[in-house]
T-cell receptor, first 111, second 111 residues
């Protein structure tokens, strides 16, 4: 699916629950990113990782956590501390200074 | 940090007319400027990009221009078609930093 796969496509979270969004790439890209998309807000950076076992906070990291144990994988956990998690979440990867390849996204809804 | 402003937020054009979307950036060290097209419910797709060592780049009906002095860049779509209807995002980065995105322009091409 374009070399970068996100799952699930739809996810429902109950109040106080942690949920994990999966992102896997087979493009051999070094860098991976998580963005959140809300209507009229564009794409806002949550976390990014430029190498394995290292990651950096983006502009809206509060209430989220990540890990980068393998080059291919960059899962995002939405914790109960994130009070407004309903959004469309996009994972992306890149090699160096090239443009991103995006996954197909996960739509998270609080129920 | 970098800040990217994008205008207009919505744009309607008649089929066959041209469309222009403009972005300004704040970090004079930014050197990579991609444009993405996102259709409803889909992932953003890279349509064209430009680096700071050139002033213009064309790909069929799409062109991007860059004015480093004024710190702005523009997307030009000629001979618009209904399938050009989508949300378009500009972005900027220093190349070794994550992309910072504009808030998007919803383009509607009216047949």
């Amino acid at each position: 699916d374009g070399g970068i796969t996100q799952s699930p496509k739809y996810l429902f979270r109950k109040e106080g629950q942690n949920v994990t969004l999966s992102c896997e790439q087979n493009l051999n890209h070094d860098a991976m990113y998580w963005y959140r998309q809300d209507p009229g807000q564009g794409l806002r950076l949550i976390y990014y990782s430029q190498i394995v076992n290292d990651f950096q906070k983006g502009d809206i990291a509060e209430g989220y956590s990540v890990s980068r144990e393998k080059k291919e994988s960059f899962p995002l956990t939405v914790t109960s501390a994130q009070k407004n998690p309903t959004a469309f979440y996009l994972c992306a990867s890149s090699m160096g200074a090239d443009g991103y390849t995006f996954g197909s996204g996960t739509r998270l809804t609080v129920v | 940090g970098e800040n990217v402003e994008q205008h207009p937020s919505t744009l309607s054009v008649q089929e066959g007319d041209s469309a222009v979307i403009k972005c300004t950036y704040s970090d004079s060290a930014s050197n990579y400027f991609p444009w993405y097209k996102q259709e409803l419910g889909k992932r953003p797709q890279l349509i064209i990009d430009i680096r700071s060592n050139v002033g213009e780049k064309k790909d069929q009906r799409i062109a991007v221009t860059l004015n480093k002095t004024a710190k702005h860049f523009s997307l030009h779509i000629t001979e618009t078609q209904p399938e050009d209807s989508a949300v378009y995002f500009c972005a900027a980065s220093r190349g070794n930093t994550p992309l910072v995105f504009g808030k998007g322009t919803r383009l509607s091409v009216i047949a």
